[in-house]
């Protein structure tokens, strides 16, 4: 069931409306609660009801709110998403394409059950481009034209981690879908970006800091940076005009092992 806390029509119809998927943890939590204070409406997606509602009571007083349970990979709870974001506020004005999961961790290649490497494909991959396509619909024919979505790249959209195989794949997918979205947007005033993000502290990354297996077989803690620094950079991104884009953006843990291969 949908579930919406809003200020009057009036008010909502002044503001920008944002659909974050992933929205009821880590990453995509800090995105939504960031434009929410920023006094974005935001329809938050994601599988799980009660996560989805715990990031909506994080929305400040008076903050607009639609909360819509959603498994990216589904073409029919996309579709009834963005029919439900329509309904409540008429309009999309930013995607952040935020929906992934890392699939079964250390697990080698030669290893890796089909059944896993086709569930992260499923969500990191053919999810982003549903919520996309949806998105790019919605944008092409509203008026006024135009909007914006922003793909949650990775690191790995570069580089690769041992035993990612599935994961990483999903990610260079992405840079592809991003540039591709990007040039067919241009007639209609959509503009596409990418954040690639590296060792962001959330749930997903708590191991991190005790200890990640590196490319020489090694283990090694490596360091992390706020989730708020994240958050801050996509609502930049999101603010601009849509005659300027960030195109690609990196946003990593300073120390991390990354540049320079350390």
């Given at each position: 069931m949908n579930s919406v806390k809003t200020t009057d029509e009036e008010t909502v119809g002044a503001q920008q409306i944002a659909v974050v998927t992933g929205a009821g943890s880590g990453i995509g939590r800090a995105v939504a609660v960031e434009l929410l204070t920023a006094g974005w409406a935001v329809?938050?997606?994601?599988r799980r009801p009660e996560t989805l509602a715990e990031t909506a009571a994080l929305a400040p007083a008076g903050g607009a709110v639609l909360s819509v349970r959603t498994d990216v990979s589904r073409p029919e709870d996309v579709a009834t998403l963005f029919a439900a974001v329509r309904d409540r506020f008429g309009r999309v004005d930013l995607l952040f394409n935020n929906a992934g999961t890392f699939g079964p961790g250390g697990v080698p290649?030669?290893?890796?059950?089909?059944?896993?490497?086709?569930h992260v494909v499923d969500t990191n991959l053919n999810g982003?481009?549903?919520c996309a396509q949806a998105a790019y619909r919605q944008m092409r024919e509203q008026d006024p034209r135009g909007g914006r979505i922003i793909n949650n790249g990775s690191i790995s959209a570069h580089t690769p981690r041992p035993h990612s195989v599935a994961y990483t794949a999903t990610k260079h997918a992405l840079t592809g879908l991003t540039k591709s979205?990007?040039?067919?947007?241009?007639p209609y005033g959509i503009a596409v970006g990418q954040i690639d993000i590296g060792n962001a502290a959330t749930d997903m990354t708590a191991g991190m800091q005790t200890g990640a297996?590196?490319?020489?077989?090694e283990t090694a803690p490596e360091p992390v940076m706020d989730v708020a620094d994240v958050a801050?950079?996509?609502?930049?991104?999101?603010?601009?005009?849509?005659?300027?884009?960030?195109?690609f953006a990196t946003v990593m843990a300073s120390a991390m092992p990354y540049v320079g291969r350390g």
């Amino acid at each position: 069931m949908n579930s919406v806390k809003t200020t009057d029509e009036e008010t909502v119809g002044a503001q920008q409306i944002a659909v974050v998927t992933g929205a009821g943890s880590g990453i995509g939590r800090a995105v939504a609660v960031e434009l929410l204070t920023a006094g974005w409406a935001v329809a938050l997606a994601g599988r799980r009801p009660e996560t989805l509602a715990e990031t909506a009571a994080l929305a400040p007083a008076g903050g607009a709110v639609l909360s819509v349970r959603t498994d990216v990979s589904r073409p029919e709870d996309v579709a009834t998403l963005f029919a439900a974001v329509r309904d409540r506020f008429g309009r999309v004005d930013l995607l952040f394409n935020n929906a992934g999961t890392f699939g079964p961790g250390g697990v080698p290649v030669e290893d890796l059950p089909y059944e896993a490497w086709r569930h992260v494909v499923d969500t990191n991959l053919n999810g982003a481009f549903l919520c996309a396509q949806a998105a790019y619909r919605q944008m092409r024919e509203q008026d006024p034209r135009g909007g914006r979505i922003i793909n949650n790249g990775s690191i790995s959209a570069h580089t690769p981690r041992p035993h990612s195989v599935a994961y990483t794949a999903t990610k260079h997918a992405l840079t592809g879908l991003t540039k591709s979205l990007s040039l067919d947007g241009r007639p209609y005033g959509i503009a596409v970006g990418q954040i690639d993000i590296g060792n962001a502290a959330t749930d997903m990354t708590a191991g991190m800091q005790t200890g990640a297996l590196q490319a020489n077989g090694e283990t090694a803690p490596e360091p992390v940076m706020d989730v708020a620094d994240v958050a801050r950079t996509v609502r930049h991104m999101a603010e601009l005009p849509l005659e300027a884009n960030v195109q690609f953006a990196t946003v990593m843990a300073s120390a991390m092992p990354y540049v320079g291969r350390g």
